[in-house]
Each structure stands twice: as C-alpha cells, then as structure tokens.
C-alpha cells in the first residue's frame, strides 16, 4: 500500500504540492485530477523519486520511496502519457528486454499469454511494435507490470489521445491489475475514467488536496459538478 504524509514540494515562493495526504491500498485506485498547475505531475515526480520533496514522506509497503528508491523501483512500474518501446522489437522481445533490465524472470509463453490478456491479439504478437498505437503500447506496458508483479502502478494522463474504443479497452486492461492487489495511482483530466476506475478520486487546487471523494454510488454529473466547484469556489 502507498501512504502519502504532509508531502511539501516549493518552487521559489510556489507551494506547488501543499500538504499532501493519501493513502492507496492494494488493490485499489486513486485517480487524481485537478486543473493545469494543480500539482498533479509534481506529486508524480516526488512519488518516483525524480524529484525531492522538501518535507514530508512517500512510503510504499513500508519503504521510504525517496530514500530508499531502488528498492522501490523493483516494486512498482511508471506507464508514462506516452509509452515508449522499441519499435524494431515485437511486444514479446520489448517486454523481455524490459526484464532483463528489471532483473525480472519471465518465461516467452507467460509473456504471450499476458499480452493476450491484455488484449493484444495473436497477429499483433508477431508484428513490430513500430506501428503500435497509443492504446496498444500502453497494453505492453501493462503487462508488463503485471509480469512484474508491480505493487504500485502510477500513470500519467493514460487516456489523453485515446478514442473512446481504446479508453474503454485501457479501462477494462487497469481492472485486471487492479484485480491482482496492485495499488494504482492515475493522474488524469478524464473525469469518465476517473468515475469508470477509481474507488477514490482526488480533487486537487494550488498544490492542495481539496477533495478526496469516495467512488461510491457517485453519478459522472454529481463528480463533474464537484470538481467545478472547488475552481469556481
Ligand atoms: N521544474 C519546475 N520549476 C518551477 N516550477 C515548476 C516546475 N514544475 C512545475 N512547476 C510549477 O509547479 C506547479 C505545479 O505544476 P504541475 O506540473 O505539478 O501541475 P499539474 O497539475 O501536473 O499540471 P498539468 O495538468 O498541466 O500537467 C505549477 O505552478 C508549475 O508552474
């Protein structure tokens, strides 16, 4: 499980992460939104630890995630807006690449057989991923984390690009990492997804958490009128 404490991030004079408190549970999602600026990419960055936070603390099964980043990054797997792969590589070479700079052991028929669950079909399997969409890249990742058994998954605007096929498709693909106890956090603008996936939806304004809304008999216009309020406030 992540627990997020009293993280604080400034730039200059800029409280650009304000006091951030949240935990994410196994098997479980927390989709943050909020407008541009809100802090969003920055909470990300300080979770990876490409940033260091100036107080507070990111703990991931009980390990620090800034202090003690190595052990962490075996823990978790970061699916970028974009995924990038090696275009010349099938999925199944990338992906036991990626391993074997992971130091994670796989198998090639594991490997296919969770590229097919993720929904890469069989002709798809035996083409280079040079011609990959958006969607179907994000599938290698994610098997990929699920290969790795990833306890935490952090991604960064999955759905910015995806036609609402592919969306659908990437909603039902994070159910079933979801499904295996891993921990996800999303940072998004897509209030749908956000209501499709989360059992938790963050609000955040100026760096601050301002809602932490439980995904619970929720309706989209009920989330959409909430996350207008906390702007026009
Ligand atoms: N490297 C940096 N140097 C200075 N200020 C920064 C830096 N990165 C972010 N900021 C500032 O920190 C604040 C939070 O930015 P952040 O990128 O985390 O917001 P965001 O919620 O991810 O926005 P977006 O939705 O546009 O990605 C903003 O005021 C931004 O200008």
Do not use: W
Not at 64 to 77: F, G, T
Not at 175 to 182: L, S
Request: charged share 20%; hydrophobic share 40%.
């Amino acid at each position: 499980m992540l627990e997020v404490s009293k993280l604080n991030k400034f730039y200059g004079q800029n409280h650009a992460v304000d006091d951030l408190n949240f935990t994410v549970a196994s098997g479980e999602i927390l989709c943050l939104l909020g407008a541009n600026g809100a802090g969003k990419t920055t909470t990300l960055n300080m979770l990876l630890g490409f940033i260091k936070p100036d107080s507070g603390h990111a703990v991931l099964d009980g390990v620090d995630m800034y202090h003690q980043r190595a052990d962490c990054r075996e823990q978790m797997m970061y699916i970028p807006e974009n995924v990038h792969l090696y275009p010349s590589f099938t999925a199944v070479e990338n992906i036991t690449y990626l391993a074997e700079l992971a130091g994670v052991k796989v198998i090639e028929s594991d490997i296919k057989d969770v590229l097919i669950r993720t929904g890469i079909t069989e002709t798809q399997l035996v083409r280079k991923v040079g011609g990959f969409s958006k969607g179907m890249r994000q599938k290698v990742a994610i098997a990929f984390a699920l290969l790795k058994h990833a306890k935490l998954v952090l991604m960064d605007e999955p759905t910015s690009g995806l036609d609402p096929v592919a969306t659908q498709e990437f909603i039902e693909v994070v159910k079933t990492i979801k499904e295996r106890g891993t921990a996800v956090l999303i940072v998004t603008h897509d209030l749908l997804c956000a209501h499709q996936l989360a059992d938790q939806i963050g609000i955040m304004s100026h760096g601050q958490l301002k809602q932490l809304i439980k995904n619970d008999g929720l309706t989209l216009p009920n989330l959409t009128e909430q996350y207008f309020n906390q702007f026009s406030a």
